[in-house]
T-cell receptor
Framework: NAGVTQTPKFQVLKTGQSMTLQCAQD?????MYWYRQDPGMGLRLIYY???????DKGEVPNGYNVSRLNKREFSLRLESAAPSQTSVYFC?????????????FGPGTRLTVT | QKEVEQDPGPLSVPEGAIVSLNCTYS??????FMWYRQYSRKGPELLMY????GNKEDGRFTAQVDKSSKYISLFIRDSQPSDSATYLC??????????????FGQGTTLQVKP
């Protein structure tokens, strides 16, 4: 059981470039989430997907898009990266046999936009 | 005012000390209260959670919630250097379709010195 995996681990982008962060979980969870973590700000929810086929905005969705590709995979896309999107991005999932609300996190993607 | 307030520290204690980590929150609708531990450059790891008011114990860790004062605590007994990490409190806001949104505090950085 790998849990939640994220690719890539690190990425450097120039302003205006686009990229997609990938996330996959093997725990048969229904819900998946994308967070960003900035110094002094804690973790903030960008988007989430309550179940396959649905997505909703979180606290800080501007500049991002998501796709719930299937039950396992949830991707986050930056269409035109900005320096303000320099952050550490975490994917999480929840909603399996152990409990609906426990969220399990991936190792993170460190993104720098220059 | 943030929904969840947590003193960022850092908090430095000698090995074997009892550690008290605390959060306050403003939304009386929160019912689940999570504690996550995050080692440097790693993803958050769920430590434990409580439902509503009361205590929950797991080994050296005790989580406590006082809903009347909107106060959340995590106690660590016999602290070890391996407990050195950032501790994040995260009350959960219920959503639709059994999805919950975690509202994270800023995190408290703990250092346990041998």
């Amino acid at each position: 059981n790998a849990g939640v995996t994220q690719t890539p681990k690190f990425q450097v982008l120039k302003t205006g470039q686009s990229m997609t962060l990938q996330c996959a979980q093997d725990m048969n969870h229904n819900s998946m989430y994308w967070y960003r973590q900035d110094p002094g700000m804690g973790l903030r929810l960008i988007y989430y997907s309550a179940s396959e086929g649905t997505t909703d905005k979180g606290e800080v969705p501007n500049g991002y898009n998501v796709s719930r590709l299937n039950k396992r995979e949830f991707s986050l896309r930056l269409e035109s990266a900005a320096p303000s999107q320099t952050s550490v991005y975490f994917c999480a999932s929840s909603g399996g046999e152990r409990g609906t609300y426990e969220q399990y996190f991936g190792p993170g993607t460190r993104l720098t936009v220059t | 005012q943030k929904e969840v307030e947590q003193d960022p520290g850092p908090l430095s204690v000698p090995e074997g000390a009892i550690v008290s980590l605390n959060c306050t929150y403003s939304n009386s609708a929160f019912q689940y209260f999570m504690w996550y531990r995050q080692y440097s450059r790693k993803g958050p790891e769920l430590l434990m959670y409580t439902y509503s008011s009361g205590n929950k114990e797991d080994g050296r860790f005790t989580a406590q919630v006082d809903k009347s004062s909107k106060y959340i605590s995590l106690f660590i007994r016999d602290s070890q250097p391996s407990d050195s990490a950032t501790y994040l409190c995260a009350p959960l806001r219920h959503g639709s379709s059994n999805t919950g949104k975690l509202i994270f505090g800023q995190g408290t950085t703990l250092q346990v010195k041998p």
